[in-house]
């Protein structure tokens, strides 16, 4: 596994929970601090500082070192590696889903005598070549 | 059936298709039917380069071809299990990604095919990974989607 692969796996990780999913949506809108943080849940600032220091483990979340509220600030760039995973995963399937579809259609299409009436698949013809 | 698998179906993508279960399952399984739709938009599958050994243990190998410039992209799993005409799961040694299909008879000459992919990556193996993203975590990558430039 290489060290792409362990961040990734990390950053999943901490996605994993619902509270800290929230954080992230939050810190898209832009930074805050721990209070504006946990203000929205019913936790105490250590329950929120836990879920930020997790965040903060995958590189998720920086906080600035500067006064004592160190806003909380959203990496997009580690997001954007774990959203585009599950994006392209979606993206895959959806387009597999509309050419197998249209493959379904043409099998459908297909001239075949024993295609009507029979629920199991049967033999089938192929149609030549054309599928988009 | 559901508990011959993991219950860790972290992303899902369904679809209904008009035709009856047993021909969507052949066309999960048989590589004459993979390569007129294994490939996304614009990448094609050579019926030549789909291995499938249809059987738990026998490899599900296919190598994707860019229809622009030629790249390709192998793919390697390994089939966990087989149900005619109901379910197949394989696994991705390489990245431990298992993937389960399942094939719903909606009666009509309808089914619905359902796509798990669970271990994905590695962190969904936890049990917190599980409950946290069981329903919502392609919802949030929308909703991030959606928020777009603000970040």
């Known amino acids: ?130 599928d988009g | 059936m559901a508990d011959r698998t993991p219950d860790t179906g972290e992303l899902t993508y369904t679809r209904v298709f008009d035709a009856p279960r047993a021909l969507v399952f052949r066309c999960m399984l048989e590589p004459e039917h993979l390569t007129h739709f294994w490939g996304p938009a614009g990448v094609s599958t050579p019926l030549e380069t789909i291995k499938v050994d249809a059987r738990p243990g026998g490899v599900f190998e296919t190598v994707m071809v860019n229809d622009s410039d030629g790249s390709r992209y192998p793919t390697r799993a390994v089939y966990v299990e087989i149900v005619a005409p109901e379910r197949i799961v394989w696994t ?33 193996r936890s049990p917190e990974a599980r409950a946290g993203f069981a329903t919502s975590l392609d919802r949030f990558a929308a909703y991030l989607e959606k928020l777009g430039g603000s970040r």
């Open chain 1, 1 to 130: 596994m290489t060290v792409a692969d362990d961040r990734l796996d990390a950053t999943f990780t901490a996605l994993a929970d619902p509270t800290r999913r929230a954080i992230v949506a939050r810190l898209a809108r832009g930074d805050a601090t721990v209070n504006e943080l946990a203000a929205p849940f019913d936790m105490t600032l250590p329950g929120i500082s836990k879920h930020l220091k997790v965040l903060e483990r995958c590189g998720l979340i920086s906080r600035t070192r500067r006064a004592q509220f160190r806003p909380c600030h959203l990496e997009g760039d580690v997001l954007d590696t774990a959203l585009s995973w599950i994006e392209e995963n979606r993206r895959v399937w959806k387009e597999r889903f509309d050419k197998l579809d249209e493959h379904l259609r043409d099998l459908r299409r297909a001239p075949s005598p024993r295609r009507k009436g029979s629920n199991q698949a049967g033999r089938f013809t192929r149609k030549g070549g054309a």
């Open chain 2, 92 to 124: 991705e040694p390489d990245s431990g990604v298992t993937t389960t299909s399942t094939f719903r008879d909606l009666g009509g000459e309808r089914t619905e095919l359902q796509i798990r992919q669970a271990n994905a990556p590695a962190g969904y």
